[in-house]
């Protein structure tokens, strides 16, 4: 990895979220149904920061990401038993 891909990342990541989405507690799809909903509202390079317990988001959110073209910021991190994912809106 170069080291601007490092830095953008470490950018994107230290980014204060526009949106947090709070799924703490539902199972699928739900996460992603209201991941696509909430994209659809946020402006392009905006970042949604999303929070989860159901471990199917740490596939089914990036492959959302990976179909769709947005970006996921550092994969995923786990926090306190609930997964932060940060989605950076495609252009």
């Given at each position: 990895?170069?080291?601007?891909?490092?830095?953008?990342?470490?950018?994107?990541?230290?980014?204060?979220?526009?949106?947090?989405?709070?799924?703490?507690?539902?199972?699928?799809?739900?996460?992603?149904?209201?991941?696509?909903?909430?994209?659809?509202?946020?402006?392009?390079?905006?970042?949604?920061?999303?929070?989860?317990t159901d471990p199917a988001t740490t596939r089914d959110i990036p492959n959302f990401c990976?179909?769709?073209?947005?970006?996921?910021?550092?994969?995923?991190?786990?926090?306190?038993?609930?997964?932060?994912?940060?989605?950076?809106?495609?252009?």
């Open positions: 990895m170069s080291q601007n891909t490092e830095q953008a990342d470490k950018q994107t990541y230290e980014q204060t979220p526009n949106h947090t989405l709070d799924t703490k507690g539902l199972i699928c799809p739900e996460p992603v149904m209201l991941l696509h909903k909430t994209i659809r509202k946020a402006a392009g390079g905006e970042c949604i920061e999303v929070l989860a990976r179909h769709l073209g947005h970006t996921l910021s550092l994969e995923q991190t786990l926090e306190d038993g609930s997964y932060r994912y940060l989605i950076i809106k495609k252009n």
